[in-house]
């Protein structure tokens, strides 16, 4: 440490770092993170270098330096070819601007990064600002001074932690997926859709079912993941701030991080490791992050249920559609080792639970009011069903079959007690105007006798006209 910190790395003995193996961090990238505290102490950077979780996630992608064979990507283009066709008849949803690919696992790190850094880097500024605290806290107060200028510095170490643990996660993640849309969010850019071979044949094999089925099922479902988002603009935005603002209400447990400093052995960083990936250092979820993560996970559902009842309808052809659809719920419900660390390391779990009850919603709107308006409901972020309309979809499907017919749509509850507090207030305005005091100007509006049951006004009106030469019937605003 004291090389360390005087920025003298040339004696340390690659010896020493390989005890390290318990972070599962290779010499050569814990030298890159010792090149980053460096940096940091000579005040050369700020915030959360992400550079270092693409390093560490492209050397766990890239470990068996498989890449995608000639082979492996023809078939991948043929089963892609052949699904567009399929899904031309399945959805009123138009294709891609450009054609899906088989990809390596490095290249889906490399285009899902992004979106990845994006999501994780309110909890990355918890941990920094958590750390910051800490110190300050701790720091007796004659220090107080000193440690106020050490901020920046903290900062960037606990930024520079979790960046090199989320590549962690993103590296283990890439050996596990097999398209784009594995996770049920939009990680690859917009537009484009992904298999990835090496993790395809991981996939298949305990399924006992033909590779050329599989193939078509799983590029069918990429194809219409991708499709839906390409066709609802404001999906993608939607999904990301929804997962941004759960992640923006996590703060890290100061209490269980200063427990795990106290009695940290640096020859045995697995505790460390297992903290940050067991949520260990996250706090329980407060009310609003359960709320918001209860309204994600039915967005999830609804996604993944329209994907689902689309990739059925497309793939009817296939003898073993049956066995792989389920074969992917049950995976997408349990999820793997690597997304359970993701969600430890931000907290968040990222499996529609209502996915079949969503399913079933589309089929029935599907049967009711056929392909194109049940797609019709992405056409805007109100139309998108809500989860009442999951739970019983029945006045939905009432709606739209109105709709269908130019009908009104069927009034709820809230229609009908809005309509009847207009019909008072207007009941209201009309008793005012017939039993309020007439206004002199207008024809009838004389002061009349208590003990006369007419006026001249009155009787001029009945005869014609009034003193003002006003039309038979005119009448004036009072």
Do not use: C
Request: hydrophobic residues 40%.
């Amino acid at each position: 440490m004291r090389r360390l910190m005087s920025g003298d790395v040339s004696g340390i003995d690659p010896e020493q770092l390989s005890r390290l193996s318990g972070m599962q961090i290779d010499p050569a990238m814990l030298q890159a993170v010792m090149a980053q505290l460096q940096g940091a102490f000579a005040g050369t950077n700020e915030g959360v270098d992400w550079s270092l979780a693409e390093r560490q996630a492209l050397h766990i992608a890239n470990q068996d330096g498989l890449g995608v064979t000639t082979g492996q990507r023809t078939d991948i283009d043929q089963a892609f070819t052949l699904a567009a066709l399929w899904l031309g008849e399945a959805t009123s949803i138009s294709d891609l601007p450009r054609p899906p690919r088989a990809v390596t696992r490095g290249a889906w790190v490399s285009a899902t990064l992004p979106v990845w850094q994006e999501l994780a880097e309110p909890v990355a500024t918890s941990i920094a600002d958590a750390l910051t605290a800490a110190l300050g806290q701790q720091a007796p107060d004659d220090m107080q001074e000193m440690i106020a200028g050490a901020g920046r510095l903290m900062r960037t170490v606990g930024g520079s932690l979790f960046a090199t643990q989320l590549g962690q996660v993103v590296g283990r993640l890439s050996t596990e997926v097999v398209g784009g849309g594995d996770v049920g969010i939009p990680v690859m850019p917009d537009g484009e859709a992904a298999i990835l071979p090496q993790n395809f044949a991981d996939f298949g094999r305990d399924l006992e079912i033909p590779e050329d089925q599989l193939a078509l099922y799983l590029a069918t479902r990429e194809l219409a993941h991708a499709r839906l988002f390409r066709h609802a603009r404001w999906l993608r935005l939607h999904v990301i701030s929804q997962v941004r603002d759960f992640a923006r209400g996590i703060h890290v447990d100061t209490a269980a991080l200063e427990d795990l400093a106290s009695r940290f052995d640096p020859t045995q960083p697995e505790e460390l490791r297992g903290a940050l990936e067991s949520g260990a250092l996250l706090p329980e979820r407060s009310e609003e992050q359960t709320a918001a993560l209860t309204r994600l996970e039915n967005l999830l559902a609804t996604i993944e249920g329209w994907v689902d009842v689309v990739t059925e309808d497309a793939t009817s052809r296939l003898p073993s559609a049956g066995r792989i659809a389920e074969a992917v719920r049950r995976r997408r419900a349990v999820g793997g080792p690597a997304e359970q660390a993701l969600g430890a390391l931000v907290g968040l779990e990222l499996r529609p639970r209502r996915m079949r009850e969503a399913a079933a919603m589309w089929r029935a709107v599907t049967d009711a009011v056929g392909v194109d308006g049940r797609d019709g409901l992405w056409d805007y972020p109100d139309l998108m069903p809500s989860s009442d309309d999951i739970d019983d979809p029945a006045a939905l499907i009432a709606r739209l079959t109105a709709a269908s017919r130019g009908e009104a749509a069927p009034s709820d509850a809230m229609d009908d007690a809005l309509a009847q507090l207009l019909a008072e207030e207007a009941d209201g305005g009309r008793h005012d105007a017939e039993s309020g005091t007439p206004d002199a100007g207008t024809p009838g509006a004389a002061a009349p006798d208590a003990g006369t049951p007419g006026n001249a006004a009155g009787d001029a009106e009945r005869d014609g006209g009034d003193d003002d030469g006003a039309a038979p019937g005119d009448q004036r605003p009072v």
